[in-house]
């Protein structure tokens, strides 16, 4: 991924739009093109929800009923109560207590990712924040001030120990980076001209009682695997064409016979990729039927697919939720306690698409012994004059490669959600896990788009050792990617590195 704006300037001089934080719900795409530097705007219908949300919190606060994390402690201190005169204190203590995370960082666009969706959910209004702690976080967004947030430290209850590092920035504590450097975090805000918050009650448990992290790297994590699914269905198109594999998995009479979605619009992309292959001529197929790995192509890509479109909508109803407690519902007037801030179905379905991906790179791995095999064969002829080099042959070569990075992909399809401690004295004794496992869905589709890079490298070389062939149009195109990522490299892995860089997809 590319690198991330810094500064101020850098962000306004890069992008030409803005993403409106307002009555409509925020899309994956929406909240993507803020993480690469679109200016994120708060509209009036954001403003006045998170307006209403806060008088309701004020009138609480007159009321003297108790509320969690505003009148009483938090955690196992849910019980005591706070004085008025202690709230602002406690709010202060909140944020800088529970930045409990530690290793390397964060990516800055998983950060930047974690500050919109937060802003985005303080829009919903039932965060009780105020009108300030939202506008800190878009002028910081926007200006390029990104706290450092080490990567390990939220189990899935909310992502307290990250979110708390963006907010102890926004306080003017913590560390960030801007225009380049690693600064404290008052500094950073200093020279950005954004203002401290000053965290009045609420806000301290607003700002770090939410999924920031989780939803944010998990839309990003969509994005990459939606791309993804799209260079399986390439990968495997190419494999066809090079093998002389039988296109009738992907006729559309297949998809009306069981017509799951994913299913459908897999087969239609191979289809589409394979338009002016020869293979869809009556004698183009070598055999009435393939290997299960090429024949079941349009089935497992579209469980791929399937698992996809459920991922993305928990992330998008997350994305678009308001998962504060305490809640403040302002239709019915009160301040509820609730578990809200707990992405289970979110977190099961990354599991669950992890498990879609690992099938996915099973297939290809499996279709790669059989180029294996036709490429040995085309070279007991002799190895043809150009395959001299140390980057010949590139997909030969990397053949080993690509099955130690399934062994390592086949690792991942284990549960990430399933395996929390009790924490708190037993008051906090279940979460999700969805940090890890939006974390490992990331490694999944990476291993993934390794080992189908070098699917296409064999098939290349399968073609480049076999007759010349007519190729359908997807197929040229990958083929000439390949070719092109191996003009003048000076290794296998240098050819894989470049065709990485721009594949998934060809298209």
Excluded: C
């Amino acid at each position: 991924m590319s690198p991330r704006p810094q500064g101020r300037s850098r962000i306004l001089e890069a992008i030409m739009d803005h993403v409106g934080v307002d009555a409509q719900p925020l899309t994956i795409e929406d909240l993507l093109a803020a993480v690469g530097g679109a200016e994120l705007r708060l509209g009036d219908t954001a403003r006045a929800r998170i307006a209403a949300g806060r008088a309701l919190i004020d009138e609480a606060l007159v009321s003297g009923v108790p509320v969690y994390g505003l009148t009483t402690n938090v955690g196992h201190g849910k019980d005591q109560r706070i004085r008025r005169e202690e709230l602002e204190r406690q709010q202060q203590m909140l944020v800088a207590t529970h930045g409990g995370a530690f290793g390397p960082p964060l990516p800055q666009d998983v950060v930047r990712a974690a500050m919109a969706v937060r802003v985005n959910g303080m829009a919903q209004g039932g965060s009780g924040a105020s009108l300030a702690a939202a506008t800190t976080l878009v002028s910081m967004l926007n200006a390029g001030v990104h706290p450092v947030l080490p990567a390990t430290g939220s189990i899935g209850a909310a992502d307290i120990g990250h979110m708390a590092g963006i907010a102890q920035v926004a306080v003017g504590a913590g560390a960030a980076r801007y225009d380049g450097e690693t600064l404290p975090g008052g500094e950073a805000l200093r020279r950005a001209g954004i203002p401290p918050l000053r965290l009045k009650g609420k806000d301290g448990l607003a700002l770090i009682s939410a999924n920031g992290v989780s939803v944010g790297h998990g839309a990003i994590v969509v994005g990459h695997a939606a791309r993804v699914a799209d260079a399986a269905d390439e990968a495997a198109a190419l494999s066809l064409e090079a093998t002389g594999g039988n296109p009738s998995v992907v006729l559309p009479a297949v998809g009306r016979a069981k017509p799951y979605p994913g299913q459908i619009a897999a087969a239609a992309h191979v289809l589409d990729l394979l338009q002016g292959s020869r293979l869809l001529e009556a004698a183009g197929p070598r055999s009435v039927q393939d290997a299960l790995s090429f024949r079941v192509v349009p089935q497992v890509h579209g469980a791929l697919r399937e698992f996809l479109t459920v991922t993305r909508r928990a992330v998008e109803v997350e994305l678009n939720s308001a998962s504060d407690n305490p809640l403040a519902d302002v239709g019915s007037g009160t301040v509820i306690s609730n578990g809200n801030f707990h992405p289970m179905v979110m977190a099961v379905s990354f599991d669950a698409l992890r498990v879609a991906l690992v099938h996915a790179g099973q297939l290809s791995e499996r279709r790669m012994s059989h180029l294996w095999n036709a490429v040995m064969g085309a070279l007991q002829q002799g190895p043809p004059p150009q395959a001299t080099g140390p980057a010949s042959l590139p997909g030969v070569q990397l053949r080993y490669a690509a099955s130690a990075s399934f062994t390592a992909l086949r690792l991942l399809a284990e549960p990430a959600t399933l395996d929390s401690t009790v924490l708190d004295g037993g008051i906090e004794d279940h979460a999700t896990g969805a940090v890890l496992t939006v974390r490992r869905t990331e490694e999944a589709v990476g291993l993934l788009a390794d080992i189908l890079a070098i699917e296409v490298l064999l098939a290349v070389d399968l073609l480049d050792l076999s007759s010349p062939v007519r190729l359908g149009g997807g197929a040229t195109r990958a083929a000439e990617l390949a070719h092109g990522a191996a003009a003048g490299a000076a290794s296998a892995a240098e050819v894989h590195r470049r065709l990485r860089e721009g594949f998934p997809s060809v298209q």
